[in-house]
């Protein structure tokens, strides 16, 4: 008998690397701080900085994006400040010692020598 794989899918939002995951075929759970009423696979109301990851095999994060947008300097919200959640995201990613993706916009400091289009 095949345990299936699992995946923490932090940052949950609507669902698209869930989905994805899922067709790689992973048993996904959901992380969002927010309530994600079309989230498709069971989800957790919590802190995706602070909800354990023990249990997991496979880590995906997709940390808020607002502040690395281009859209960011659009009149009325190029003043706001916006949470930078890819520095700590990435720490405990890393001392998790699990394999794991963080995706972002472009512009967001992320490794870039690697690119997936």
């Known amino acids: ?8 899918d932090l940052f949950c939002g609507g669902g698209g690397a869930g989905m994805g995951l899922r067709q790689a075929g992973f048993e996904v759970v959901g992380v969002d ?4 009423f079309c989230y498709p696979f069971q989800q957790l109301w919590l802190d995706a900085l602070k909800v354990s990851i023990d249990g997991y095999d496979f880590l995906w994060a997709s940390p808020p994006c607002q502040g690395h947008s281009t859209l960011r300097h659009l009149p009325g919200i190029r003043d706001i400040e916006y949470p930078n959640l890819i520095v ?11 394999p794991f993706v963080i995706e972002n916009v472009v512009g ?3 490794r870039q020598d690697l690119m997936l289009c």
Not at 1 to 8: G, H, I, P, S, Y
């Open 108 to 110: 967001a400091p992320l």
């Open 33 to 36: 701080f927010s309530w994600q």
């Open 88 to 98: 700590p995201t990435r720490e405990r990613l890393l001392a998790s010692g699990l």
């Open 1 to 8: 008998m095949n345990k299936k794989l699992r995946a923490l």
